[in-house]
């Protein structure tokens, strides 16, 4: 073999050896993007638990809606689950009882048994006048009912925001709704009126309870 032939012959031996070392390197590059988009992809799962301590959030994407009046009382409701809104209203003005119920809520379904801190922001304009609210956070499954803990009893005037954290113990493999509970009772006897209201239009504009947004973080 002449010595030009040799020297192209290495010189062709180094070209294909270099591209095989980028073609290599470019697989290597795009597995570890693949390898690293797979698990963000798994951390933000809401079926997937996080290591403890790590929060994930719940879309409140569903509601239902319960209401109770006589035909001297009155109690309406609705919910809106774009704007993540509960109107609702127990009025009683002479005797009888009006009485409301509304949640909203998202689901999730842990894969182990493990507890949850759930922390609700959310914020309510409201009025009272012998009257009660109650506003809760809640789990619910077929398999084990309903679980509710209160945040706060409201009996008066409010417009502003609130978050507050409650511990739950969740079972693997069950499917759970989570979210807020809104209670409102209206009750009179006499001519004394009640009214809880989360509902009628006031100087800052129409009452609601709107649900920012709902925390999960495992234990």
């Known amino acids: 073999m002449s010595e030009d ?30 390898t690293a988009a797979t698990t963000a992809a798994s951390a933000s799962s809401p079926n997937v638990t996080p290591e403890a301590g790590t929060s994930f ?40 009882e009006g009485y409301v119920l509304a949640r909203l809520y998202g689901t999730y379904t842990p894969p182990e048994d493990r507890g949850y801190k759930v922390t609700l922001d959310y914020y309510r304009r409201c009025s009272h006048k012998d009257s009660t609210s109650t506003i809760s956070a809640f789990v619910r499954s077929n398999d084990y009912g309903l679980e509710d803990q209160s945040m706060e009893t409201l009996s008066t005037l409010y417009d502003s925001g609130h978050t507050e954290t409650k511990d739950f113990s969740l079972v693997g493999g069950t499917r759970y709704d989570i979210g807020i509970q809104l209670k409102a009772r209206a009750s009179s006897l006499g001519s004394a009126a009640s009214v809880s209201d989360y509902w009628n239009t006031g100087n800052n504009g129409r009452k609601h309870l709107k649900l920012n947004s709902i925390k999960l973080t495992p234990k």
Do not use: H, M
Not at 12 to 23: E, K, Q, Y
Not at 24 to 29: E, N, Q, S, Y
Not at 57 to 70: H, N, Q, V
């Open 57 to 96: 959030y719940l879309s409140p994407s569903s509601y239902d809606t319960k209401k109770k009046a006589g035909q001297i009382t009155r109690a309406e409701v609705q919910v809106d689950t774009i704007e993540n809104k509960i109107w609702a209203v127990a009025n009683s003005s002479v005797d009888g």
């Open 5 to 34: 032939t040799r020297d192209k012959s290495e010189e062709r031996s180094i070209v294909n050896t270099t591209s095989r070392r980028r073609v290599l390197k470019t697989a290597g590059a795009g597995l570890a993007s693949l």
